[in-house]
């Protein structure tokens, strides 16, 4: 089995950082894909950022130039650096990493518990 376990989340005041750390573990031949999640209360859960082993990103447009995602292939983890949070940032933050547990299986879509941020006014 494959596990992921996020931490970093906290409550902060706006204008805040915070820096959340997804971590996958069990077993792994290769990570695609790895990205962080968030949903609010009452709101649709949306992609906030991705990142591709090659080091491609993407970046929902309301974190551009406040939010980074970095990952550390060597220990299966990604990171999202945020800065300058406002209080719509509240939410549940949840990864999610595309593994492949061998060398010619498929790629299967593993979801981490979720970490609360919360931001304060």
């Known amino acids: 089995q494959v596990q992921l376990v996020e931490s970093g989340g906290d409550l902060v005041q706006t204008g805040g950082s915070l820096r959340l750390s997804c971590a996958a573990s069990?077993?792994?031949?290769?990570?695609?894909?790895m990205g962080w999640y968030r949903q609010a209360p009452g709101k649709q859960r949306e992609l906030v950022a991705y990142?591709?082993?090659?080091?491609?990103?993407n970046y929902l447009d309301s974190v551009k130039g406040r939010f980074t995602i970095s990952r550390d292939n060597a220990k299966n983890t990604v990171y999202l650096q945020m800065n300058s949070l406002k209080p719509e940032d509240t939410a549940v933050y949840v990864c999610?990493?595309?593994?492949?547990?061998?060398?010619?299986?498929?790629?299967?879509?593993?979801w981490g518990q979720g970490t609360q941020v919360t931001v304060s006014s």
């Open positions: 990142i591709y082993t090659s080091g491609t990103t």
């Open positions: 999610a990493a595309d593994v492949r547990r061998q060398r010619l299986a498929n790629l299967y879509r593993y």
């Open positions: 069990g077993t792994i031949f290769s990570i695609d894909f």
